[in-house]
């Protein structure tokens, strides 16, 4: 069975830091790309950053290029997201996701919460 | 970017009723359109892939329509499981992916 378990989230103040961890299961890590996408309380999708399957290649949304950093270590299973200077509005449930086939995003972790408040 | 904009923001129909939701890119995305659904507190899950084809173990009442620009998501039978807010989401043109604004569906 394929599980994604992020973990990392909590409570920090604007200018912090905080690292994000997803731990997977049930499928070949080292095979498929991943995402972190991140949902404000009450608000829509919002994608925030894609690591290849080697981890070679990396995007990150404009509203967090600079600030944030994925990473990935295959040996361990397990996804990452660093978060420095982080803001109010990065408020938000952290998923990790899953890239399947033809681009979709197949499966989801069940979310980790941060927040960013003084 | 490419901007995706979907509507309505939200709807009430009754258990029974088809229920259909519209997704519109900025500009042409062929069929690299997924759908998901998301119930409050959760996760969103994977409904369809590449505007039309049904994820496995998704119940048959839903499917997508689609290409280019317009697409539709239809729930032919609304049942009060499928209470959730549902997200389009492009793959097109990347980074970024990008969502729609999601629809959130109630009974009436």
């Known amino acids: 069975e394929v599980q994604l378990v992020e973990s990392g989230g909590g409570l920090v103040q604007p200018g912090g830091s905080l690292r994000l961890s997803c731990a997977a299961s049930g499928f070949t890590f080292s095979s498929y790309e991943m995402n972190w996408v991140r949902q404000a309380p009450g608000k829509g999708l919002e994608w925030v950053s894609y690591i290849s399957s080697s981890g070679s290649t990396i995007y990150y949304a404009d509203s967090v290029k600079g600030r944030f950093t994925i990473s990935r270590d295959n040996a361990k299973n397990s996804l990452y997201l660093q978060m420095n200077s982080l803001r109010a509005e990065d408020t938000a449930v952290y998923y990790c996701?899953?890239?399947?086939?033809?681009?979709?995003?197949?499966?989801w972790g069940q979310g980790t919460l941060v927040t960013v408040s003084s | 970017d490419i901007q995706m904009t979907q509507s309505p923001s939200s709807l009430s129909a009754s258990v029974g009723d088809r229920v259909t939701i519209t997704c519109q890119a900025s500009?042409?995305?062929?069929?690299?359109l997924n759908w998901y659904q998301q119930k409050p507190g959760k996760a969103p899950k994977l409904l369809i892939y590449?505007?039309?084809n049904l994820e496995t173990g998704v119940p048959s009442r839903f499917s997508g329509s689609g290409s280019g620009t317009d697409f539709t998501f239809t729930i032919s039978s609304l049942q009060p499981e499928d209470i959730a807010t549902y997200y389009c989401?492009?793959?097109?043109?990347?980074?970024?992916?990008?969502f729609g604004g999601g629809t959130k569906v109630e009974i009436k």
């Open positions: 996701a899953r890239i399947g086939r033809s681009g979709s995003y197949d499966y």
């Open positions: 500009q042409d995305i062929s069929n690299y």
């Open positions: 590449d505007a039309s």
């Open positions: 989401q492009q793959y097109d043109n990347l980074p970024p992916v990008t």
